[in-house]
C-alpha cells in the first residue's frame, strides 16, 4: 500500500526532463501527487515537461534547473525548495550518466563529474531531506541504481562502480531509517536494465543490442510499485533478476569476463591469446544459478519436512 496519500505529497525528481526522469514525472502526476518538483541541467525540456502536465493531469509543477555535476547544486536546490515552502515527502534521485570505453583513455574530469553527479549529489541530497522525513516519520527516498549495481563492468568502469555504491547505500539506508523506528520512511533501490532511452546507445552488440527490454514507463511503473511494497530493492524484469542474481553466484571474475565481452568497444582490438570464452562463462554462470536453485529447493523442502 502506499506510503501516505500521493494527493498530499511533493515529489522531488533530479534529471527529469527526458527518458526515465520524465516517465518519473508523468507516473508521479498520474499518481495523483499535489506538487512535482523537477530538476535538470537546462530549463527548456523541464518547462516544456511542466507545462504538459499541468494540461494532461492538472498538477502543479515546480522546476529547478541545476547541473549536479557542480558540488554546490544540492544545497542550492534545497536551499531553493526552502524558499518556496516546500516541504519535500519524496526524493527520486535519478540523475546520472556514464562513459563507454576503455579506464585509461577515459578523460579524468568526465570521470571525476560523473561520480559528482551519480554518487556525491544522491548522498547529499539525501543527508540534506533525510533528517525531516525521519523526525516526521514520513516520506521516502528512490536511488536509481541499474543492474549494473551486481557486478563489475568493463569498459564501463566508473559507471559500474558507481552503481554499486547506490545499491550499497540505499540497503544501509533502509536498514538504519527501521532501527530508528522510522518505519513511515522507505527506502528503495531501484535497478533498471537495458532501458530504451538515447543512455546506451551504441554501447551493447550484436544480439545484446536488440534487448533493450523496456521502456521508460515500465521502468517508472516499476518504481512507484516497488515504493508502494515497500520493497528496498527491485529489479526490473524477471530476466534482469535471475541476471543479477547469477551475479551473486558465479565467480566474480567470470561475471566480470561475460560483462566484458557485452560491453568491449568494437573498436577495441581482440588478442589472439587469453581470448575469454564468453559463450563457455555464459553458461557456467547459468549452470551456477540452476545448481544453488536446486539446492535452495531441496533445503526448503528437507526444512519443512522437519517442521
Known sequence: MPIYPYSESTVLI???SRGIGAALAHAAAKHGVRTLVLTARTGGDLEALATKLFAEHGTRVETIVADLADAAAPAAIKAETDRRGLNIDLLINNAGWGTHG????????????????????????????????????RGGIINIASTASFQPVPFMAVYGASKAFVLSFSEALAVETTEQGADGVRIVALCPGGTATNFGDGMLRGHFEKTRQHTPEQVAEETFAALDKNTPVAVVGTANYWMTLSGRLAPRRTVAEVAGGLFRPADLPTKTKNKPDVLRKRFGVLATVLGATIFLVIALFLRRRQS
Open 14 to 16: 533530479t534529471g527529469a
Open 102 to 137: 576503455t579506464f585509461d583513455t577515459t578523460d579524468p574530469a568526465k570521470s571525476r563529474a560523473m561520480v559528482e553527479v551519480n554518487v556525491q549529489s544522491l548522498v547529499e541530497l539525501s543527508h540534506l531531506y533525510l533528517p525531516q522525513m525521519i523526525a516526521q516519520n
